[in-house]
């Protein structure tokens, strides 16, 4: 079965950017489609973004024009690059093979001042 792992959390202010890095094993990555979640503290999991194997695209409302969901097959790897952060984007950020409960450990994002 397909092994996940994020990267690329931390801390950064509001307006700021990161790009988070799943890395994928144990099968073969170019046939998901894979998301991206988040949860922050109290909250609801909810999906921020969506890939199908031929990189089209989904994204949440709340994210829409903020963030760029992307994938290099080559180097079994879906990114979620994030632009203009907000507060209310801090949450932990899990990879998922769409549709199934093949998650990472999830990455810790915080904005804040």
């Known amino acids: 079965q397909v092994q996940l792992v994020e990267s690329g959390g931390g801390l950064v202010q509001p307006g700021g950017s990161l790009r988070l890095s799943c890395a994928a094993s144990?099968?073969?990555?170019?046939?998901?489609?894979m998301a991206w979640y988040r949860q922050a503290p109290g909250k609801q999991r909810e999906l921020v973004a969506t890939?199908?194997?031929?990189?089209?695209?989904n994204y949440a409302s709340s994210v829409k024009g903020r963030f760029t969901i992307s994938r290099d097959n080559a180097k079994n790897t879906v990114y979620l690059q994030m632009n203009s952060l907000k507060p209310e984007d801090t949450a932990v950020y899990y990879c998922?093979?769409?549709?199934?409960?093949?998650w990472g450990q999830g990455t810790q994002v915080t904005v804040s001042s």
């Open positions: 144990g099968s073969i990555f170019s046939l998901y489609v």
């Open positions: 890939i199908t194997s031929d990189s089209i695209t």
């Open positions: 998922n093979v769409r549709g199934t409960n093949a």
